[in-house]
C-alpha cells in the first residue's frame, strides 16, 4: 500500500534545499518524491517540514543493568517523539557490552521494546578497562557498528595503537573521546574564572586537544577509520581541519549542549547542567556552531545519558554527569536555525545525512530508495518545556522550565507511524 504525504517543506540534507513538495511511501522506503502537488490524495503536512529521521550516535540506554534509568521501551518513545529514527547505543552499561553474548541479548531486547530502529555499539577493551582488547570480528559478526570505551579513555598507548591496528584490519569504525584521562580526572568545569569563583574542580581545555592529538597521531600510524564523540573546545578544531586536509579516515561530533549551552548556565551549582566534557565558555560554543555550518564538524547527537534523581541530587562535584535529550535534541537544535546561525539543510545534513553516512547506511535522505524513516515538524511551535513529560525514565535535562521553538508533529520509521 502506498502513503503518500503530500504538502511539505521537503528538507533535503544532500542537495541543501529546502521545496515544498510530496514523497510516496512504498513497502518501508521512499517510491517516488516530487515538486508541487501530490498526484493523489494522502497524509496532509499543512505546509509543515518534513525531513530523514535523524540518526542519533552515542545514546545510552541502561539495559542490562539500570533499566530504572531508561529501558530500550523508553528510550524509543522518547526517541520517536523527537524525531530520532535511528538509535546508536553506547556500550558504558553494567556490565559494559564487550561479549557477542551481552551484544545479541540487547539486540533482542532493542527489537522488542524498541519503537525506532537501534543499532549498537561495542566496547573497544574488556569491561572498559584499557588492558584487552575485546574481539573485534566476533562482535562485528554479532551486529557492532563501532567501537568505543566511551568516556574510558585507554591509558596505556601501545594497548591503543594495537586496538587501532586490529580495527584498520578488519575496516571497523572506532570513536573515540579526546580527553587526556589524567588532566580532566575528577575535573565537574571548565577552568577559568566562574569555576575559580565557585570553588569547582577544574579542566583545562586543552586537556581535549591534547587527547585529539594523540588519537590523531594513532590514525595517522594505523590508517584505522575514526570518529571523535564530541568535541567541545575551538583548540582542537585547527587539529581536526589538518587531519582532514592530511586525508585521514577522520570525522568529528559535538553534543547539542555544548552547541547551545555553555559555562555560565551552570549558575548556582545546577546539576542538570553538569555533562562530560564539562560546559565551555561562550567563545568555544560560537566556534563549534561554525565548525558545524562549515561542515568541520560532521555530525550533531544528543550524547543521551540518563541519571535518576539520587545521581543528580547531590553537590555539583559529586553529582552524575549527563543529561537526557532524546526529545529535547531537535528543538535545542532549532535554536540554532531560529537565531540564524544554521539553515535546516545544515542541521540535518549534521543530524540525519552524515552519521547515516559515516555508519554506511542508507537512511539520512529523501531520495528514491531510501528508507521511510521520516520526521514532520513545525519549528515555530512555541512551548515551555516540562520535564515531568519527557518519555524517558529518567528527567535530567537542562531545559526544564525553558522557552523553546519547534515541535515533532510525526515520526516514521521503515514507512509505519511510530509517533503522532
Same mark, same amino acid.
Given at each position: 500500500?502506498?502513503?503518500?504525504?503530500?504538502?511539505?517543506?521537503?528538507?533535503?540534507?544532500?542537495?541543501?534545499?529546502?521545496?515544498?513538495?510530496?514523497?510516496?511511501?512504498?513497502?518501508?522506503?521512499?517510491?517516488?518524491?516530487?515538486?508541487?502537488?501530490?498526484?493523489?490524495?494522502?497524509?496532509?503536512?499543512?505546509?509543515?517540514?518534513?525531513?530523514?529521521?535523524?540518526?542519533?550516535?552515542?545514546?545510552?540506554?541502561?539495559?542490562?543493568?539500570?533499566?530504572?534509568?531508561?529501558?530500550?521501551?523508553?528510550?524509543?518513545?522518547?526517541?520517536?517523539?523527537?524525531?530520532?529514527?535511528?538509535?546508536?547505543?553506547?556500550?558504558?552499561?553494567?556490565?559494559?557490552?564487550?561479549?557477542?553474548?551481552?551484544?545479541?541479548?540487547?539486540?533482542?531486547?532493542?527489537?522488542?521494546?524498541?519503537?525506532?530502529?537501534?543499532?549498537?555499539?561495542?566496547? &573497544?577493551? !574488556? +569491561?572498559? #578497562?584499557?588492558? *584487552? $582488547?575485546?574481539?573485534?570480528?566476533?562482535?562485528? =559478526?554479532?551486529?557492532?557498528? %563501532?567501537?568505543?570505551?566511551?568516556?574510558?579513555?585507554?591509558?596505556?598507548?601501545?594497548?591503543?595503537?594495537?586496538?587501532?591496528?586490529?580495527?584498520?584490519?578488519?575496516?571497523?569504525?572506532?570513536?573515540?573521546?579526546?580527553?587526556?584521562?589524567?588532566?580532566?580526572?575528577?575535573?565537574?568545569?571548565?577552568?577559568?574564572?566562574?569555576?575559580?569563583?565557585?570553588?569547582?574542580?577544574?579542566?583545562?581545555?586543552?586537556?581535549?586537544?591534547?587527547? &585529539?592529538? !594523540? +588519537?590523531? #597521531?594513532?590514525? *595517522? $600510524?594505523?590508517?584505522?577509520?575514526?570518529?571523535? =564523540?564530541?568535541?567541545?573546545? %575551538?583548540?582542537?578544531?585547527?587539529?581536526?581541519?589538518?587531519?582532514?586536509?592530511?586525508?585521514?579516515?577522520?570525522?568529528?561530533?559535538?553534543?547539542?549542549?555544548?552547541?547551545?549551552?555553555?559555562?555560565?548556565?551552570?549558575?548556582?551549582?545546577?546539576?542538570?547542567?553538569?555533562?562530560?566534557?564539562?560546559?565551555?565558555?561562550?567563545?568555544?560554543?560560537?566556534?563549534?556552531?561554525?565548525?558545524?555550518?562549515?561542515?568541520?564538524?560532521?555530525?550533531?547527537?544528543?550524547?543521551?545519558?540518563?541519571?535518576?534523581?539520587?545521581?543528580?541530587?547531590?553537590?555539583?562535584?559529586?553529582?552524575?554527569?549527563?543529561?537526557?535529550?532524546?526529545?529535547?535534541?531537535?528543538?535545542?537544535?532549532?535554536?540554532?536555525?531560529?537565531?540564524?546561525?544554521?539553515?535546516?539543510?545544515?542541521?540535518?545534513?549534521?543530524?540525519?545525512?552524515?552519521?547515516?553516512?559515516?555508519?554506511?547506511?542508507?537512511?539520512?535522505?529523501?531520495?528514491?530508495?531510501?528508507?521511510?524513516?521520516?520526521?514532520?515538524?513545525?519549528?515555530?511551535?512555541?512551548?515551555?518545556?516540562?520535564?515531568?513529560?519527557?518519555?524517558?525514565?529518567?528527567?535530567?535535562?537542562?531545559?526544564?522550565?525553558?522557552?523553546?521553538?519547534?515541535?515533532?508533529?510525526?515520526?516514521?520509521?521503515?514507512?509505519?507511524?511510530?509517533?503522532?
Amino acid at each position: 500500500m502506498s502513503i503518500f504525504l503530500t504538502n511539505a517543506r521537503l528538507i533535503d540534507p544532500e542537495a541543501q534545499t529546502e521545496t515544498l513538495g510530496w514523497l510516496r511511501l512504498k513497502n518501508g522506503t521512499i517510491a517516488e518524491t516530487g515538486l508541487g502537488e501530490a498526484p493523489g490524495d494522502g497524509i496532509d503536512c499543512g505546509g509543515k517540514y518534513l525531513a530523514p529521521g535523524i540518526v542519533d550516535i552515542g545514546v545510552k540506554v541502561s539495559e542490562p543493568g539500570e533499566r530504572h534509568k531508561e529501558s530500550f521501551r523508553s528510550a524509543g518513545l522518547a526517541a520517536a517523539a523527537g524525531g530520532v529514527t535511528t538509535m546508536v547505543t553506547r556500550p558504558d552499561t553494567t556490565p559494559a557490552i564487550d561479549n557477542p553474548e551481552l551484544l545479541e541479548f540487547v539486540t533482542r531486547r532493542a527489537a522488542a521494546a524498541s519503537a525506532v530502529k537501534v543499532l549498537h555499539m561495542s566496547a &573497544l577493551t !574488556r +569491561d572498559r #578497562a584499557g588492558r *584487552e $582488547m575485546v574481539e573485534i570480528g566476533f562482535m562485528l =559478526d554479532a551486529g557492532a557498528v %563501532a567501537f568505543t570505551d566511551c568516556d574510558h579513555v585507554i591509558a596505556d598507548t601501545k594497548v591503543a595503537s594495537r586496538c587501532l591496528t586490529y580495527a584498520r584490519s578488519l575496516d571497523a569504525l572506532v570513536i573515540g573521546h579526546p580527553q587526556d584521562p589524567g588532566l580532566s580526572q575528577g575535573a565537574a568545569a571548565t577552568s577559568g574564572k566562574f569555576a575559580s569563583l565557585r570553588g569547582l574542580p577544574q579542566v583545562s581545555p586543552m586537556a581535549e586537544r591534547m587527547g &585529539l592529538d !594523540r +588519537d590523531l #597521531a594513532l590514525v *595517522e $600510524m594505523t590508517g584505522v577509520r575514526y570518529h571523535a =564523540d564530541q568535541l567541545s573546545s %575551538a583548540r582542537s578544531l585547527p587539529r581536526l581541519e589538518r587531519a582532514k586536509a592530511n586525508g585521514l579516515d577522520v570525522t568529528a561530533g559535538v553534543s547539542i549542549h555544548h552547541l547551545t549551552l555553555n559555562e555560565l548556565d551552570v549558575g548556582d551549582y545546577r546539576t542538570f547542567f553538569k555533562v562530560k566534557p564539562p560546559l565551555r565558555s561562550e567563545d568555544d560554543r560560537v566556534a563549534m556552531v561554525e565548525a558545524v555550518a562549515s561542515g568541520l564538524i560532521d555530525i550533531i547527537s544528543s550524547m543521551h545519558t540518563p541519571q535518576d534523581e539520587e545521581s543528580k541530587r547531590l553537590p555539583f562535584e559529586e553529582a552524575a554527569s549527563g543529561a537526557v535529550a532524546l526529545e529535547t535534541l531537535l528543538p535545542a537544535a532549532l535554536r540554532l536555525y531560529h537565531a540564524e546561525a544554521l539553515t535546516l539543510p545544515q542541521l540535518f545534513r549534521a543530524l540525519s545525512l552524515n552519521p547515516a553516512r559515516r555508519l554506511g547506511l542508507a537512511s539520512g535522505r529523501l531520495a528514491k530508495g531510501a528508507p521511510a524513516d521520516l520526521v514532520l515538524f513545525d519549528p515555530d511551535a512555541p512551548f515551555v518545556l516540562d520535564r515531568f513529560t519527557l518519555q524517558s525514565k529518567s528527567k535530567n535535562t537542562p531545559f526544564d522550565g525553558q522557552r523553546m521553538q519547534g515541535k515533532v508533529l510525526g515520526s516514521w520509521v521503515n514507512g509505519k507511524r511510530v509517533f503522532g
